[in-house]
């Protein structure tokens, strides 16, 4: 039946094709509401994403649970642009939290943001407030990328610690030589 009412000049066949195309787009475009409505219903939907996102990673860091803390921690991967309670809760964990993975994890996420300058003082600032070695040693690899004045003031006043880990005290020395030997 269609082969019968269907026209065989290509012309013909090429004008009902764009005909229909064109119907598409006209009901399409009414459909999506004068062509703003899904756009914004999208991106509205996306922000509320986002802010799921981000709650759920501050109440994971806040549980009791170490791997649940480690998860909150992970979560941090899907937030692009942290806002400071994301960003503080990350530093909260780093500093404070009573378990050596937690903080490594929360580091990790921390150096995610590592470009704004607030995430990489803090990171420098919180060496300096680290008693475990592995934490110290993760900072101090972080650290000694920046070759800034701020890290190698960090990275001094450390080696003034007289209770610092030897591993992490030849590390440091290490670390201050090969910045030095390359021009900082």
């Given at each position: 039946l269609i082969e019968r009412l269907w026209p065989k000049?290509?012309?013909v066949q090429f004008g009902i094709a764009l005909v229909f195309l064109l119907v598409g787009y006209v009901v399409g475009f009414r459909i999506d509401g004068a062509g703003n409505g899904a756009n914004g219903d999208v991106a509205q939907l996306r922000n509320e994403v986002v802010n799921m996102?981000?709650?759920?990673?501050?109440?994971?860091?806040?549980?009791?649970?170490?791997?649940?803390?480690?998860?909150?921690?992970?979560?941090?991967?899907?937030?692009?642009?942290?806002?400071?309670?994301?960003?503080?809760?990350?530093?909260?964990?780093?500093?404070?939290?009573?378990?050596?993975?937690?903080?490594?994890?929360?580091?990790?996420?921390?150096?995610?943001?590592?470009?704004?300058?607030?995430?990489?003082q803090g990171i420098i600032s919180s060496l300096l407030r680290q008693s475990s070695p592995l934490v110290q040693l993760?900072?101090?690899?972080?650290?000694?990328?920046v070759h800034d004045a701020e890290a190698i003031a960090a990275?001094?006043?450390?080696?003034?610690?007289?209770?610092?880990?030897?591993?992490?005290?030849?590390?440091?020395?290490k670390r201050l030589k090969e910045m030095e030997s390359q021009g900082m």
């Open positions: 000049q290509p012309a996102q981000r709650l759920v990673m501050l109440s994971l860091l806040k549980t009791e649970s170490a791997s649940e803390r480690i998860r909150g921690a992970n979560w941090s991967e899907r937030i692009n642009r942290p806002d400071t309670e994301v960003t503080s809760a990350l530093f909260e964990t780093l500093n404070y939290d009573p378990v050596v993975n937690v903080r490594l994890a929360a580091l990790e996420a921390l150096l995610k943001f590592y470009d704004q300058a607030e995430v990489k993760a900072l101090i690899q972080v650290i000694t990328t990275l001094n006043q450390l080696l003034k610690n007289k209770d610092l880990n030897k591993t992490v005290r030849e590390h440091v020395e």
